[in-house]
């Protein structure tokens, strides 16, 4: 076999049990018994590896690179529900999406990472149908109804599965020591905090919401508040009930949010 086909066939095995980002010139030199530098040679840089074996990865597995993830972000919702963050192992991810754990590694460098791809999904979920469900509330004969519903029916979410999903997301954050993670959550939140942040912008050149009143720090604050409502009921369900929570807190915000008086 000539060096070149034992690089590649070194690098493709490495990949099935390694995150790729960790693969070093070094690794595919060792399993293929030449010198690193004639792996450098043969993929030019490390990046050019990567994207190589990549491709080809996709090529055998006959599925697109989007196809795949998704793939691997619903079988991580079902194994991370089943066993939570701690217990859940990405050996279990990829038996559940039918793949190796070479292949889940190819698009999440760690368990967390796919964690926090996870919760980045659900926050552009979240984001994407929000500026309509806005402008249809404040729209509404009766904006101060239509923010109960709202809140009623987001809240309500959260009870499916048993509030597995708060459940693990408050499990994750909880438990989060390094900063390369703590940065990356913070980056999808502050996403989400600025998007919401010029939904209101908009409502409020429409004036259908009072100007007096900071957009991004509304925006903060309404998240702040839905999250800190699940966390008490995950604390306290008895105690909790979203129907008049949302009835009581609908009220507060709307006196708050009308329009300016003239």
Same mark, same amino acid.
């Given at each position: 076999? *000539?060096s070149s086909e034992r690089i590649l066939k070194?690098? #493709?095995?490495?990949?099935?049990?390694? @995150?790729?980002?960790?693969?070093?010139? @070094?690794?595919?030199? *060792?399993?293929?018994?030449?010198?690193?530098?004639?792996? $450098?040679?043969?993929?030019?840089? *490390?990046?050019?590896?990567?994207?190589? /074996? #990549?491709?080809? $990865?996709? %090529?055998?597995?006959?599925?697109?690179?989007?196809?795949?993830?998704?793939?691997?972000? =619903?079988?991580?919702?079902?194994?991370?529900?089943?066993?939570?963050?701690?217990?859940?192992?990405?050996?279990?991810?990829?038996?559940?999406?039918?793949?190796?754990?070479? @292949?889940?590694?190819?698009?999440?460098?760690?368990?967390? &990472?796919?964690?926090?791809?996870?919760?980045?999904?659900? +926050?552009? %979920?979240?984001?994407?149908?929000?500026?309509? %469900?806005?402008? &249809?509330?404040?729209?509404?004969?009766?904006?101060?109804?239509?923010?109960? !519903? +709202?809140?009623?029916?987001?809240?309500?979410?959260?009870?499916?599965?048993?509030?597995?999903?708060?459940? /693990?997301?408050?499990?994750? !954050?909880?438990? !989060?020591?390094?900063?390369?993670?703590?940065?990356?959550?913070?980056?999808?939140?502050?996403?989400?905090?600025?998007?919401?942040?010029?939904?209101? *912008?908009?409502?409020?050149?429409? =004036? +259908?919401?009072?100007?007096?009143?900071?957009?991004?720090?509304?925006?903060?604050?309404?998240?702040?508040?839905?999250?800190? !409502?699940?966390?008490?009921? #995950?604390?306290?369900?008895?105690?909790?009930?979203?129907?008049?929570?949302?009835?009581?807190?609908?009220?507060? +915000?709307?006196?708050?949010?009308?329009?300016?008086?003239?």
């Open positions: 076999m *000539k070194a690098a #493709l095995e490495l990949a099935g049990h390694q @995150a790729y980002d960790k693969i070093t010139f @070094a690794d595919v030199a *060792k399993e293929a018994g030449v010198h690193w530098t004639t792996v $450098q040679r043969y993929f030019g840089c *490390k990046e050019d590896m990567r994207k190589i /074996l #990549l491709e080809r $990865q996709t %090529q055998n597995n006959h599925q697109s690179l989007s196809d795949t993830r998704t793939k691997i972000l =619903d079988a991580a919702n079902r194994v991370f529900a089943k066993y939570g963050y701690e217990s859940a192992t990405l050996d279990q991810v990829a038996s559940d999406a039918g793949m190796t754990k070479g @292949a889940v590694y190819w698009h999440f460098s760690s368990k967390s &990472d796919l964690f926090l791809a996870i919760c980045d999904r659900s +926050l552009r %979920q979240l984001t994407g149908g929000l500026a309509k %469900q806005c402008h &249809d509330v404040f729209t509404s004969p009766d904006p101060m109804e239509a923010i109960r !519903i +709202l809140l009623e029916s987001e809240l309500g979410t959260c009870e499916e599965g048993a509030g597995e999903k708060p459940t /693990l997301f408050f499990e994750f !954050i909880s438990g !989060i020591r390094e900063p390369a993670v703590r940065k990356k959550l913070c980056e999808s939140f502050s996403n989400l905090f600025n998007e919401t942040t010029d939904i209101f *912008k908009a409502i409020q050149s429409k =004036d +259908l919401v009072t100007s007096r009143v900071d957009p991004h720090s509304l925006s903060v604050a309404l998240h702040a508040l839905v999250n800190g !409502i699940v966390l008490m009921w #995950l604390i306290a369900p008895e105690q909790v009930s979203f129907k008049s929570i949302s009835a009581e807190v609908s009220k507060i +915000l709307w006196n708050g949010l009308q329009p300016n008086k003239l």
